[in-house]
Structures are given as structure tokens and as C-alpha cells.
């Protein structure tokens, strides 16, 4: 009864492993992962120089009143 479900648990990683890596040798869904991960570095790197424009004006802001 065990090795059955073990079987089946091992049936199931190794489906979802193989949608893995036809994903990821995919070359369509390869671009898209790593444009993603390039947005989202971009984006976050903007986010930072925002945040610290901000606290500059901020900063200076308070320093005049």
C-alpha cells in the first residue's frame, strides 16, 4: 500500500520536472523569464534612486525650515 503511493508521488515529480525543463529549454519562455528578471531588477533599481531623490529633497527640505 506504501510503495503504491510512494510510486505514484514519484510518477508526479517526475511529470512535473519534465514541465520544467521543457519549459526552460523553451526558447520563447526562456526570453520571457529572463526579461522578466531583467524588469523587475530595472524596476527595482528605479524604485531605489526615487527613494533616494526623495530623501534628499526631504532632507534639504528640512534643513530650510
Avoid: H, M, P, W
Avoid at 528578471?37 to 528640512?62: A, E, G, M, Q, W
Amino acid at each position: 500500500d506504501r510503495s503504491v503511493s510512494r510510486g505514484l508521488g514519484d510518477v508526479y515529480k517526475r511529470q512535473a520536472k519534465n514541465i520544467f525543463f521543457r519549459l526552460l529549454f523553451d526558447f520563447e519562455v526562456l526570453i520571457l523569464i529572463i526579461s522578466t528578471i531583467i524588469l523587475l531588477v530595472i524596476t527595482d533599481t528605479v524604485i531605489s534612486v526615487i527613494n533616494c531623490i526623495l530623501l534628499v529633497i526631504i532632507t534639504i527640505d528640512s534643513y530650510q525650515n
